[in-house]
């Protein structure tokens, strides 16, 4: 019609008066980001992901960030397809011992692994796994949209994320630890996003999409595992647990023994925590420890030489009895404990640790060989004060002492605040 006006030299609204009529757009058009034009529903659904390759601002793509319903919607049902193909595959009798197995399997985390486990790292005569031989045929049960997830998640792998900064409600920047140069990649998971913080570290399952990772039955915590960095740790783990000294072989064995890892994790964060209690009952007094159960084979000695700032946590929980002491159950306050957390770290800074060769953090702030020490120190402490701000509704952050001490290469925007528990607990009510 624009067309036609601008030939004639009449004007639009002189065309629509002398009875031309202007083109009516057909009902159940999509625009097109990519193709930059309308389409049907038909030819929307039959060429995303395959023909057309979907913008992650496309509203019609449910691999676009923001689209988690939608897409948690597919990737259920294309994980159950899935088992019913592994379950079609290994025949009636393994069928049956497998479902037996998986119900009496608690953990989400232990149960995906076990059915990924059999799906990703069981091979047939001709080396391929279930899913590559499902692949191999055409996987022609399987719609577009499940076929473009099913292309994606033969890239699962196991993972070990670092969450930099929470981005919004359903997304989170990360990097993976797991990676030789490690870059920064959009995790979209809802339930990561509204419970971690910064340098939060998770051993877990993720695949690749378009447009971001997407994390997979569940993650087991990576908390304190040792002084040195979260990958350093894991390293040491995997070969305590006799597993492969090369990069490059290190991701298979880790997909074969996940839950062992996962276990050596717990097992190492049990101890070293116990450690810590016990050094600081010493200082408090106190005797009345209750030991920590956890098997002590799935532990590397070198993990426990020195708990992360052992004798600075004790020095700092004997001062804090002394000051709670002082002050009566009924003056304890949010804003106090606030207002305690910061006067800690204004002295922090210029407070000498035998983890950084008895330097304060401010000197080691430039010395170029305590500086990578410091850093991993300073995520621990970003880490326990996000976990507050999650947990408690705390309105404290790190970000003002990082800046001052220069470590610009871990500075990230304080995640949301959480709520306070008694305040949940009356929402609930």
């Not at 449910?62 to 379950?87: C, D, N, V, Y």
């Not at 997304?171 to 870059?183: A, M």
């Not at 810590?276 to 590397?300: H, I, K, N, R, S």
């Not at 790190?398 to 001052?404: H, T, V």
Request: aromatic share 6%; charged share 30%.
């Amino acid at each position: 019609m624009a067309q036609l006006c601008k030939t004639t030299g009449i004007s639009l609204v002189s065309a629509l008066g002398k009875g031309m009529k202007a083109p009516v757009k057909p009902k159940g058009l999509r625009p097109c980001p990519e193709l930059q034009r309308d389409l049907t529903p038909q030819e929307c659904g039959a060429g995303r992901g395959t023909t057309i390759a979907c913008t992650a601002e496309c509203s019609f793509n449910p691999m676009a960030l923001g689209h988690e319903t939608e897409f948690a919607r597919i990737e259920t049902r294309l994980l159950e397809k899935m088992q019913e193909r592994l379950f079609d595959d290994i025949g009636y009798e393994a069928s049956h011992a497998l479902k037996t197995e998986l119900e009496e399997i608690e953990d989400e985390l232990a149960a995906h692994t076990r059915v990924t486990q059999e799906l990703l790292y069981k091979y047939d005569t001709k080396g391929r796994n279930v899913l590559e031989t499902w692949q191999a045929e055409g996987a022609k049960d399987l719609n577009n949209d499940e076929r473009n997830f099913f292309r994606c998640y033969l890239t699962l792998r196991p993972a070990l994320l670092e969450v930099q900064e929470i981005v919004d409600e359903q997304t989170v920047r990360v990097i993976d630890l797991l990676e030789s140069e490690p870059k920064p990649r959009l995790l979209m998971d809802s339930t990561c996003a509204q419970e971690n913080g910064r340098f939060t570290t998770l051993f877990t399952w993720v695949y690749d999409t378009p447009h971001f990772l997407r994390l997979r039955g569940g993650a087991c915590l990576m908390d304190d595992c040792g002084d040195d960095t979260q990958a350093a740790n894991l390293r040491v783990i995997i070969q305590h647990l006799g597993g492969p000294a090369h990069r490059t072989d290190i991701t298979p064995w880790l997909g074969e023994h996940f839950m062992k890892v996962c276990d050596s994790i717990g097992a190492v964060q049990t101890t070293r925590w116990e450690q810590l209690m016990q050094m600081g009952e010493a200082e408090l007094g106190m005797d009345d420890q209750v030991p920590f159960e956890y098997d002590t084979e799935l532990v590397p000695p070198s993990l426990l030489e020195r708990p992360f700032q052992a004798n600075a946590v004790a020095e700092t929980e004997a001062e804090a009895s002394d000051e709670d002491e002082l002050l009566e159950e009924e003056e304890y306050s949010v804003e106090l404990e606030i207002a305690e957390t910061n006067k800690f770290y204004q002295e922090f800074v210029d407070r000498p640790l035998e983890l950084l060769a008895n330097q304060t953090p401010r000197a080691a702030a430039a010395d170029i060989a305590l500086r990578p020490v410091l850093i991993e120190l300073m995520k621990k402490h970003v880490r326990g004060i996000d976990k507050m701000r999650r947990e408690q509704g705390l309105d404290i952050d790190l970000n003002g002492l990082l800046k001052e001490l220069g470590l610009h290469e871990i500075l990230f925007p304080a995640p949301p605040l959480g709520i306070e528990e008694e305040d949940a607990m009356m929402e609930d009510e």
